[in-house]
């Protein structure tokens, strides 16, 4: 399962870099988000491919977990900075909301005591309530996670049916993904489907975010052109 994390690692510094070159050449906010999600799940595969690879330490294991917890809530700052464009403040808000919540989160993981032996004897899908206190997990995994989660597919699927953009069908798609190879990994203890999952899910995302920067590049243009 290395080798599938390794590619996964791969291809989010690629789409990381893609997308945050957009955001400099643009500085539209959802962008900057949207290329901080990508970055933490290139970090996140990156402590998977190494903890599957040459076994799990304590660094390794708390980069993957944080990282991997608080990339849907950056997903969800973009997805809201992208429906709010007229009302920046919202995204605003929401943005500030997540980065406080991201920041103890971090705090909290950085400073807990880890059931090593747990640890240790982990395979490519560690058990996360084994490992890691409830304490650096609770609420900040509701609140990052699922929150986040659900605010990309919701709002992805809101944008879908009301505006008819296919890129957000995409975004939802790819979102929904995730939270199936988190359930098979947590509810059906079907682990081993979740790296190819995380992958085809940032695959989806990532071909959904390069569809929206292309209509709103469009958008301009066609707006240029009648000014």
């Known amino acids: 399962m290395w080798i599938v994390a390794l590619v996964s690692c791969v291809i989010g510094i690629a789409f990381t870099w893609v997308v945050l070159k957009q955001y400099l050449e643009r500085r539209r906010p959802y962008q900057l988000f949207w290329s901080i999600a990508l ?13 599957n690879a040459f076994g799990w330490s304590v660094p390794i294991y708390k980069l993957y977990y944080f990282a991997g917890v608080a990339l849907p809530g950056f997903f969800g700052v973009g997805t809201v900075y992208l429906m709010t464009r007229e009302k920046p403040a919202l995204g605003h808000v929401y943005a500030a909301a997540t ?100 992958l085809l899910g940032i695959i989806l995302i990532y071909l959904g975010v390069q569809q929206a920067a292309r209509f709103r590049q469009a958008q301009a243009a066609a707006q240029a052109a009648q000014a």
């Open 99 to 198: 980065i406080l919540v991201a920041l103890l989160f971090l705090i909290r993981v950085a400073g807990a005591e880890l059931n090593v032996p747990a640890l240790e004897a982990a395979g490519f899908a560690p058990n996360h309530a084994e490992i890691m206190p409830a304490s650096a997990r609770r609420p900040y995994s509701v609140l990052l996670s699922a929150v986040g989660g659900v605010v990309l597919i919701a709002g992805a699927l809101y944008s879908w049916l009301r505006h008819g953009l296919t890129y957000n069908r995409l975004i939802a798609l790819g979102g929904f993904i995730f939270v199936i190879g988190g359930m098979f990994a947590s509810r059906l203890e079907i682990p081993e489907l979740m790296p190819f999952t995380n």
């Open 39 to 51: 970055a933490m799940f290139a970090l996140a595969t990156f402590g998977e491919f190494i903890g």
